[in-house]
Protein backbone atom coordinates (compact mmCIF):
# COMPACT_ATOMS: atom_id res chain seq x y z
CA UNK A 1 0.00 0.00 0.00
CA UNK A 2 1.57 3.09 -1.00
CA UNK A 3 -0.72 5.55 1.15
CA UNK A 4 -3.83 6.26 3.53
CA UNK A 5 -6.14 6.48 0.39
CA UNK A 6 -5.32 2.73 -1.37
CA UNK A 7 -5.79 1.33 1.90
CA UNK A 8 -8.90 2.95 2.34
CA UNK A 9 -9.51 1.77 -1.31
CA UNK A 10 -8.44 -1.94 -0.45
CA UNK A 11 -11.28 -2.35 2.72
CA UNK A 12 -13.66 -0.64 1.23
CA UNK A 13 -13.43 -3.24 -1.62
CA UNK A 14 -13.69 -6.07 0.56
CA UNK A 15 -15.93 -5.02 2.77
CA UNK A 16 -18.24 -4.28 0.01
CA UNK A 17 -17.20 -8.03 -0.88
CA UNK A 18 -18.40 -9.16 2.15
CA UNK A 19 -21.83 -7.73 2.07
CA UNK A 20 -21.51 -4.26 3.86
CA UNK A 21 -23.80 -1.98 2.14
CA UNK A 22 -21.60 0.88 4.14
CA UNK A 23 -18.01 1.43 5.34
CA UNK A 24 -16.69 4.93 6.55
CA UNK A 25 -13.22 5.71 8.00
CA UNK A 26 -13.31 8.30 11.13
CA UNK A 27 -10.67 10.01 13.03
CA UNK A 28 -10.04 8.69 16.39
CA UNK A 29 -10.48 11.25 18.92
CA UNK A 30 -10.59 12.05 22.34
CA UNK A 31 -14.27 10.94 24.32
CA UNK A 32 -15.33 13.92 26.14
CA UNK A 33 -15.92 12.75 29.67
CA UNK A 34 -13.94 9.44 29.96
CA UNK A 35 -12.77 9.76 33.23
CA UNK A 36 -16.45 10.23 34.24
CA UNK A 37 -17.48 7.02 32.93
CA UNK A 38 -13.80 5.48 34.38
CA UNK A 39 -14.82 6.45 37.53
CA UNK A 40 -18.61 5.21 36.50
CA UNK A 41 -17.41 2.07 36.63
CA UNK A 42 -14.72 1.64 38.87
CA UNK A 43 -17.69 3.01 41.41
CA UNK A 44 -19.40 -0.69 40.25
CA UNK A 45 -22.26 1.28 38.74
CA UNK A 46 -21.95 -0.85 35.53
CA UNK A 47 -23.63 -3.82 37.38
CA UNK A 48 -23.76 -6.95 35.30
CA UNK A 49 -22.01 -5.55 32.42
CA UNK A 50 -18.71 -6.47 32.89
CA UNK A 51 -17.37 -6.03 29.41
CA UNK A 52 -17.77 -2.17 30.15
CA UNK A 53 -15.35 -3.05 32.94
CA UNK A 54 -12.14 -4.60 30.67
CA UNK A 55 -9.00 -3.58 30.32
CA UNK A 56 -9.74 -3.35 26.18
CA UNK A 57 -12.75 -1.13 27.23
CA UNK A 58 -11.22 0.54 29.84
CA UNK A 59 -7.31 0.99 28.03
CA UNK A 60 -5.82 4.46 26.44
CA UNK A 61 -5.62 4.92 22.89
CA UNK A 62 -2.48 4.08 21.58
CA UNK A 63 -1.16 7.38 19.66
CA UNK A 64 -0.63 5.63 16.81
CA UNK A 65 -4.46 4.80 16.67
CA UNK A 66 -5.67 7.76 14.42
CA UNK A 67 -8.78 6.09 12.74
CA UNK A 68 -11.45 3.72 12.97
CA UNK A 69 -13.58 1.93 10.50
CA UNK A 70 -17.54 1.90 10.87
CA UNK A 71 -19.87 -0.90 8.83
CA UNK A 72 -23.09 -1.42 8.28
CA UNK A 73 -24.94 -4.61 7.04
CA UNK A 74 -28.28 -4.93 5.63
CA UNK A 75 -30.35 -7.09 7.41
CA UNK A 76 -33.66 -7.48 6.42
CA UNK A 77 -35.70 -3.77 6.18
CA UNK A 78 -33.88 -0.83 5.07
CA UNK A 79 -32.63 1.57 7.95
CA UNK A 80 -34.88 4.45 8.96
CA UNK A 81 -32.93 8.05 8.84
Known sequence: MK???ELYTAIKTEANRLGFNHMGVAP???VPHYQDFVSWVEAG???DMGYLARPDTLGDLDEEFRRTLHSYKNRGKPPRF
Open 45 to 47: WHG
Open 28 to 30: ALP
Open 3 to 5: NLE
